[in-house]
């Protein structure tokens, strides 16, 4: 019982603190400012520039769309930077080199980003009930919020892979970016699953998103959470996959780096 609770103590403490770390000097205002309008200026884009091509009719589908998108900002971004800092703050061997729980550690630095990529998407869709006039009247509001969960967990667990990627490459920006708008693509958020080629779509099925997106349309249309259970399942399957992917490479790169020496050049 100790055990597990000193495990709990360290997932708390390691991921607050690791937030704290990397937003510290951010000022409450510039914070708040990057919750509120970067949601509004990606789904303003994204829904008008939709619009323009296909008609506003389908202003509904942009907008569900990029709003669950936007918990890959926290996801890729966030996460990503929770598990590369340690490097570039020069942390790392202190990392690798305590006796602490790994697991513990590790998911640990996603915890909090789910909670605010979460806000990300209730930002992004009050947006769109505000000013682009989605209708959440049908919608089961316990199942959506499941849904919003579930794919930013996904998302953040390809952070977390991501986030080991950035321990052996100088230039993780890139990556991410190539990463995040990629996703704009391939999940379905912009361009329906449907109308992409075979291969894409098979692309498509494999990366976070795609299902928790298709997940949501459904949802806010009128279904119920027994009918998109399949979807959320897949969607969690996917989370699985690449939270404990990026666990194997951590401790990959912790054996390699002791045993060359190298702590703060994985």
Partial sequence: MKALSNNLRL????????????????RPQTYLASKIL????????????????????????????NAIQIAAVSGIYGVT???????????????????AN????????AFIHVIDGMLGVLIALMWGVVLLGLDLSHTDLPALLLTILITTIS????????????????NVMFVNNTVYFSLLIFSGANIPIANLPAWVRAISYGLPLTRGVAAARAIISGMELAQVAPLLLGEMGIALLYGFAGYWLFRIFEQVAKRRGSLETV
Avoid at 11 to 26: E, K
Avoid at 91 to 98: E, Q
């Fill in 38 to 65: 970067m949601p509004l200026s990606q789904l303003l884009f994204f829904t008008f520039l939709g619009i323009s091509a296909t008609g506003a009719d389908s202003a509904d589908f942009y907008v569900i769309g």
């Fill in 102 to 109: 790994r697991m513990m550690l590790f998911f640990g630095r």
């Fill in 81 to 99: 930077m929770s598990i590369g800092g340690d490097r570039w703050n020069g942390t790392l061997p202190y990392l690798f080199g305590t006796p």
């Fill in 11 to 26: 997932f708390w403490q390691g991921t607050v603190l690791s937030y704290i770390g990397m937003f510290h000097w951010l």
């Fill in 155 to 170: 998302t953040s667990a390809l952070g977390l892979l991501m986030g080991c990627i950035s321990l052996i490459t100088t």
